[in-house]
């Protein structure tokens, strides 16, 4: 019944995700694919995934502890403040950080957290707005 429930809940959220990405205005001037096309696609796959699970559920399925489940909502937490923080932080600060949080929760020491969060955040930046040319989020240093 439990898996029913969360496909039920998948297939809501890949409904609103889709009908999310028809509200995204387009310019008169956009590439080929245009930017409605990914977050749709990302909402077919939620879709799909979800039908499988409402029509083939898991007979006995097993539910993670407590402990576990309050780890799942604190990650969860962690990417809506990314979000969030992201306008104004800027991408490389706000995905250092969120970055280091999420690696220290899985078992990385604080510090080489930090240094892998600092790292991720400047490699993903170097690939995505130095060589391909993406804009992304401006912060308080300016990039």
Known sequence: MSDRIFGGIGL???AFFIWGA???ELSFISDPVGPRKFPMIIGAVLGLASLVVLIRPDAEPHWPPLGRLAEIAGAVAVMVAYALLLPDLGFVIATAAASAVLTWRLG??????VVTGVLTSLG???VFHLILGLSL???PLGF
């Open 124 to 126: 993903i930046y170097t």
């Open 22 to 24: 028809t509200q995204i």
């Open 108 to 113: 990385t020491r604080p510090l080489w957290a």
């Open 137 to 139: 989020a401006k912060g």
């Open 12 to 14: 809501l959220l890949a």
